[in-house]
């Protein structure tokens, strides 16, 4: 009886892998839900898709590997990446909401540290601080200077309540070979 029922259940598990596994959609889609649910409240975006945050709403339109950023060339041994972000402010508040280049950060598999936008020098950069208001719309290029070393990045946003409590935190994966 044991043995039956041993048999049947190990018949099932082979039928449900070879399944799955036929299809690799399935597969990945498996593991991303798997990996977003390991990291607390953190969301998957792709680019060029608009994005709903608490107090705004955001459209990646483009992430690109550039050479040079107006007139200025990366250190050695390092790269541009072009982030063209457009923002709206949805926040019904008589108070803007205050954003700047903190608020989007890129974590790599080889880096401990969070790397930032370059500071900005023109008015295409976003700024290091400014307000976003109800119903406004920016758009901004951030400049990041990412060692070349580096196989695959992580642009991330991650809301921050008055109260301290952290909320959602928004994540767009990069491969850098695919730019």
Known sequence: MHKKLLAIVITVTIVF?????GDASLVKDSIKHTVAQSIKGSIYVEARKTHRTEWFQFTIESIERIDH???????????FIDVLITQKGIFNDSEPIPMGTFDFYMDSSIFEECIYPIKPFDDA???EEFDLAYDQTVVYHMIYEI???VPDLRLMYTEWFKDNREGATFI???NLNEL
Request: glycine share 8%; hydrophobic share 45%.
């Open 17 to 21: 892998i070879f399944t799955a596994c």
């Open 69 to 79: 950023y107006a007139g200025y060339s990366p250190a050695e041994g390092c790269q």
């Open 125 to 127: 950069m976003m700024p």
């Open 147 to 149: 060692p070349v070393i």
């Open 172 to 174: 767009v994966d990069i």
